[in-house]
């Protein structure tokens, strides 16, 4: 019954910015990790950002001081604030979330993914 759903993908100029939101819903206990991975044609899925269920945060180089990775618990829902956008940041998004259910399985999930494009 878990669910993650990605909104806030588009097209943006370069140095443009955007907000991704994932929010989570079903039967969750609890969560353990959460990240944005990304995917571009003829590249490998490649992980953005994470945060832990205590806040701490971890991102790729290509992306440091230029994303942020938040996450509102009451909401079940991680954000990815991307700045100073660039073309080569340009690919699906997805979250993904590594959570308990309710009846204490433990199990990683993914959204189906929002499309990111950079261009002028």
């Known amino acids: 019954q878990v669910q993650l759903v990605e909104s806030g993908g588009g097209l943006v100029q370069p140095g443009g910015s955007l907000r991704l939101s994932c929010a989570a819903s079903?039967?969750?206990?609890?969560?353990?990790?959460m990240g944005w991975y990304r995917q571009a044609p003829g590249k490998q899925r490649e992980l953005v950002a994470t945060?832990?269920?205590?806040?701490?945060?971890n991102y790729a180089d290509s992306v440091k001081a230029r994303f942020t990775i938040s996450r509102d618990n009451a909401k079940n829902t991680v954000y990815l604030q991307m700045n100073s956008l660039k073309p080569e940041d340009t690919a699906v998004y997805y979250c993904?979330?590594?959570?308990?259910?309710?009846?204490?399985?433990?199990?990683?999930?993914w959204g189906r993914g929002t499309q990111v494009t950079v261009s002028s």
């Open positions: 079903g039967s969750i206990f609890s969560f353990n990790n």
């Open positions: 945060i832990t269920s205590g806040g701490s945060t």
């Open positions: 993904n979330a590594n959570l308990y259910t309710i009846s204490r399985q433990s199990g990683d999930y």
